[in-house]
């Protein structure tokens, strides 16, 4: 299944007309942590393919500048967001302050970052009391 990925209903809705008009059928669906819209379609010929990605890079670049006019409005909430993975396959957010994320990523690399944050989930769900100079097996 192919699954295109859009921030704004009024894009996505165009989106779907062009499949509607195409005779494609789509399932929607959203994404949980950030609730972006998701559109799922079957396997299409490759002019069709060709056709729906020319359409999606269009429409992308449209949905990136309205997310961003909202993100640059007055009302917008500024706050990062550390994607984090429970163990029962869960996803969660956890909000923070842009800066102290892009002082993290000045030291660290994003693969750096992501280990960091799930050790701290796991041991979040799996405390483990032993002294830090206990050896592990």
Known sequence: ????????????????TALAERGITAQEGREAVEEAILIGIGE???DTWDALDALYETLSE???ALLEAEADSPDAV???????????????????EPAVVNRILQVLSMEEFERFVDEIVRAVETPN?????????
Do not use: W
């Open 62 to 64: 449209r949905d990136q």
């Open 129 to 137: 009391t032993d002294p830090l100079c206990k050896r592990r097996d």
């Open 1 to 16: 299944m192919l699954e295109y990925v859009f921030f704004n209903r009024a894009v996505a809705d165009e989106f779907l």
């Open 44 to 46: 299409v010929d490759d």
């Open 78 to 96: 500024h706050t990062a967001g550390i994607y984090l993975t429970l163990s029962d396959g869960r996803r969660s957010i956890a909000r923070v």
